[in-house]
């Protein structure tokens, strides 16, 4: 686009965000009905954050090329990364049933 080339490979669809996020919920000791709900909300979260990323990562390599290769690998790869475990304290927070982490039941 305008001379910058961009390629999506394997590793930019988000897969691998979805993984860490699916297996985090997955493996904290709630409920089936809230851990689908966490899978339902949180995937499509990522999957709009990381279409936006390409989206913004064309922009920069456009517009800032210099800044692409720092925008790509830091910005971005950490920006994901607190995603994850935010969107993971969140659905811990206003989804999970309050004693469902407990590791003692009185």
């Known amino acids: 686009f305008k001379g910058f080339n961009v390629i999506v490979v394997g590793e930019c669809a988000g897969l691998t ?7 985090a919920v997955i ?4 409920g089936w009905f809230s851990r689908l709900l966490g899978l339902a909300i949180g995937i499509p979260i990522l999957f709009g954050v990381n279409v936006f990323r390409i989206a913004g990562l064309l922009v ?5 090329p210099t800044l692409s290769e720092f925008a790509h ?6 920006t ?10 969140a659905w811990i927070r ?7 982490g407990a ?3 009185s």
């Open 17 to 23: 965000e979805f993984m860490m996020f699916a297996a």
């Open 27 to 30: 493996a904290y000791p709630a």
């Open 60 to 64: 920069v390599g456009i517009y800032k």
């Open 73 to 78: 690998i830091y910005l971005w790869q950490g």
């Open 80 to 89: 994901m990364i607190l995603l994850i475990g935010g969107l993971w304290m």
């Open 94 to 100: 206003f989804v999970v049933p309050e004693n469902a």
């Open 103 to 105: 590791p003692f039941r």
